[in-house]
């Protein structure tokens, strides 16, 4: 008599996972464990009360922020996207430069040992955020010629149609020409 899968072992496996999702699932837990234990070895309150301070300022401030200037944009139906993902980028890039962009230059100067740090970034990621609302312009000007051009099979229609006229015209006028001339 051959053993079966034990009795639930497949509900398991399906809520659960395969084997090899447990173990990569059981190495993202050992990785961020090591991780946060190197992190909090050295001012745990610190971390602690920057992560709480973190998920508060996301949770209270920013997500009713971005919820409401998510609304805005949706009065502008199906180009939204256009709108969303060259703002969305452009804020990413002001995230990451802002200590460049906003900070004092001395401050970059003494941290990295560079030459004053401050030199156009906020020109720069104001021509990128030109550059990316530009092309993403671009791509939904493209995207409604498209729209707007008829099918494939219509075009063939019309073009099968014209070509039908064009061969009648050919028609009736060999049709003149070989007609025998009047008799006076």
């Known amino acids: ?3 079966g899968p034990a009795p639930g072992a497949g ?5 659960v996972g395969s084997p090899l999702q447990i173990v990569l699932l059981l190495a993202s837990f050992v990785l961020t464990g090591y991780a946060g234990a190197r992190l909090l070895a050295d001012d745990w309150l610190g971390v ?8 508060l300022l996301h949770d209270l401030v920013l997500v009713p922020v971005y919820s409401f200037a998510d ?5 502008a139906g199906r180009y939204v996207n256009h709108l969303r993902i060259p ?6 890039l002001l995230l990451v430069w802002l200590p460049l962009i906003a900070g004092p230059a001395d401050r970059y100067a003494k941290l990295t040992g560079k030459p004053e740090g401050n030199n156009g970034y906020a020109l720069h990621w104001l021509w990128v ?3 990316l609302f530009a092309v ?17 099979s219509v075009r063939q229609a019309r073009r099968a149609e014209r070509r039908a006229r064009r061969k009648q015209r050919q028609t009736r006028r060999s049709a003149t020409k070989n007609r025998p001339p009047d008799s006076h």
Request: aromatic share 4%.
């Open 129 to 131: 955020t030109l550059g």
């Open 136 to 152: 993403s312009g671009l791509l939904l000007a493209v995207r409604e010629v498209l729209r707007r051009r008829p099918p494939r």
């Open 71 to 75: 609304r805005v944009p949706r009065a």
């Open 48 to 55: 602690a009360v920057w992560f709480v301070g973190a998920a």
């Open 11 to 15: 509900r398991l496996r399906r809520s």
């Open 1 to 3: 008599m051959e053993a």
């Open 87 to 92: 703002a969305l980028l452009s804020l990413l």
